[in-house]
């Protein structure tokens, strides 16, 4: 299998920023794309952005310009930098990976509060 843990999330002012970190662990080499996904109070899931092994980025529109994804293939790690957060951005955020023959596995999720 395959475990996800996220790390980085808090309280952060309007206007800041935030770097999340998740580690991917067991049958690392299956996995294929990893990516970070938020869900706001309320609201259903939503993508935030998606990597793949060789650094192709996907970014929801509303995030663009404001967010960084990037990966560590030698750490198994993906990191998702958010600047000029908004109240709006307050939402559990949750990394996924896309393993091959398994599907999508995801991680616990972890809280992101942005106060205004």
């Known amino acids: 299998q395959v475990q996800l843990v996220e790390s980085g999330g808090g309280l952060v002012q309007s206007g800041g920023s935030l770097r999340l970190s998740c580690r991917a662990s067991g049958f690392v080499g299956k996995i294929n794309a990893m990516g970070w996904y938020r869900q706001p109070p309320e609201k259903q899931r939503e993508l935030v952005a998606t990597i793949t092994r060789g650094g192709t980025t996907n970014y929801a529109d509303s995030m663009k310009g404001r967010v960084t994804i990037s990966i560590d293939n030698a750490k198994n790690t993906v990191d998702l930098q958010m600047n000029a957060l908004k109240p709006e951005d307050t939402a559990v955020y949750s990394c996924?990976?896309?393993?091959?023959?398994?599907?999508?596995?995801w991680g616990q999720g972890t809280q992101v509060t942005v106060s205004s």
């Open positions: 996924n990976a896309e393993v091959k023959e398994w599907g999508t596995r």
